[in-house]
């Protein structure tokens, strides 16, 4: 069975400071990736995906993320956090079968300090 | 504007009433989901639909029914067998090609009163 580990339950940074959320997944064949963000009492937004190909993807607000097969991670980053930032994130894995079924790690809330 | 629209976004039901969620999206995409997040949890999978008058069952599908008799709609009914229903519901949708991601609605929370 997959899962998604997401070691951070809360970070906090500040304003202008880079940030790194953690993610690790546990998957038996080559995973499909995803981060998700959520602001509070709304729907999750995709920041982005990764399926295949370069390891290192790009996604919307300046964040990206690197598939590291060998450790089994998907890290988000972003090299200058702004106070919009202020969100929960959360990591998924899953498979482009039929289901496309996602396995969401517990998320990890971010505060951003002035 | 396209996108997947959940309704109510707050809905109070009392103890032995089932309540249906609503989720429609004008995406044309033909898988749908339904998740329940729990404070400080993650998301977890309740039911799927890939096509029309198909469904399958996810992880915590006890107490829960579904039904998608239409493409653009996937209701979702939290009945009174549902010991614990008071969480926040996302629904989501995406298309039937690979490499596609999964798009969520705002969600609706459900309190018991």
């Known amino acids: 069975a997959q899962s998604v580990t997401q070691p951070d339950i809360h970070i906090t940074v500040s304003e202008g400071a880079s940030l790194e959320l953690r993610c690790n997944y546990s998957?038996?064949?080559?995973?499909?990736l995803f981060w998700y963000v959520q602001s509070p009492g709304q729907g999750l937004q995709l920041l982005l995906k990764?399926?295949?190909?370069?390891?290192l993807v790009q996604g919307i607000k300046g964040f990206e993320a690197e598939f590291k097969r060998s450790q089994s991670s998907f890290n988000l980053r972003k090299p200058s956090v702004h106070w919009s930032d202020a969100a929960e994130y959360f990591c998924?894995?899953?498979?482009?079968?039929?289901?496309?079924?996602?396995?969401f790690g517990g998320g990890t809330r971010l505060m951003v300090k002035p | 504007d396209g996108g997947i629209t959940q309704s109510p976004k707050y809905l109070f039901r009392k103890e032995g009433q089932n309540v249906t969620l609503s989720c429609e999206q004008n995406?044309?995409?033909?898988?749908m989901y339904w998740y329940r997040q729990d404070p400080g949890q993650g998301l977890r999978l309740i039911y799927y639909?890939?096509?029309?008058?198909?469904?399958q069952k996810g992880d915590i599908a006890e107490g829960y029914s579904v039904s998608r008799e239409k493409k653009e709609s996937f209701p979702l009914t939290v009945t009174s067998a549902q010991k614990n229903p008071t969480a926040f519901y996302l629904c989501a949708s995406r298309p039937g090609q690979k490499n596609q991601p999964q798009h969520f609605g705002d969600g609706t929370r459900l309190s018991i009163l």
């Open positions: 990764y399926f295949s190909g370069d390891t």
């Open positions: 995406l044309n995409h033909d898988a």
């Open positions: 998957y038996g064949a080559t995973p499909y």
């Open positions: 998924a894995v899953g498979a482009d079968n039929a289901g496309n079924m996602l396995t």
């Open positions: 639909s890939q096509i029309v008058n198909d469904f």
